[in-house]
């Protein structure tokens, strides 16, 4: 699940996206957080959990 700081991340990085401002590693991020916010809720149940174990 997306907290609120990586929502507010994503906002950000999607700004910058869109006036081709972002960096390499900037796209990157915002693919990374998109996949994470567009993935379905049933597959990331317990991602957080196996992440940390």
């Known amino acids: 699940m997306m907290d609120k700081d990586k929502f507010e991340r994503l906002n950000f990085l999607s700004e910058k996206a869109l006036q081709n401002n972002a960096t390499n590693d900037e796209l990157k991020e ?10 379905p809720q049933e597959f990331n149940l317990f991602g957080d959990y196996i992440q940390e174990h």
Not at 30 to 38: I, V
């Open 30 to 39: 915002f693919n990374k957080l998109h996949k994470e916010w567009t993935e």
